[in-house]
């Protein structure tokens, strides 16, 4: 079970960070990944991160903004989201999945497991 919390409401060029919670299950091998869907768009990766070992993976168009992180003894991934923009507004999702390979980390088909989505709105 992944539960998300953090978003809200936020000015632009604020930030936030989301928090998930991962439960039921031992988290080795697994990919605990951030993605977001905005109206009308189709789901993309936002950040993901493989809990043993600490790779991440990151959107492009996101990188030196968003950081992903966790928290072994929490069971939790972090995502601080700096210098907030309207165009970040959407719900953000956390999703696990075990034994990717990082081509398909981004991917979200790859995904077996989805969190409820908690909503970021990012006012101009």
């Known amino acids: 079970q992944l539960q998300a919390s953090g978003g809200g409401l936020v000015q632009a060029g604020g930030s936030l960070t989301l928090s998930c919670v991962a439960s039921?299950?031992?988290?080795?091998?697994?990919?605990l990944t951030w993605f977001r869907q905005a109206p009308g768009l189709e789901r993309e990766l936002v950040a993901g991160?493989?809990?043993?070992?600490?790779?991440?993976t990151y959107a492009d168009s996101l990188k030196g903004r968003f950081t992903i992180s966790k928290d072994s003894t929490r069971n939790t991934v972090y995502l601080r989201m700096n210098s907030l923009k309207p165009e970040d507004t959407a719900v953000y999702y956390c999703?696990?999945?075990?034994?990717?390979?990082?081509?398909?980390?981004?991917?979200?088909?790859?995904?077996?497991?989805w969190g409820q989505g908690t909503l970021v709105t990012v006012s101009s």
């Open positions: 039921g299950r031992t988290l080795n091998s697994y990919w």
């Open positions: 999703a696990a999945a075990p034994r990717l390979i990082y081509s398909m980390a981004g991917i979200p088909s790859s995904y077996d497991y």
């Open positions: 991160i493989r809990w043993t070992g600490g790779t991440t």
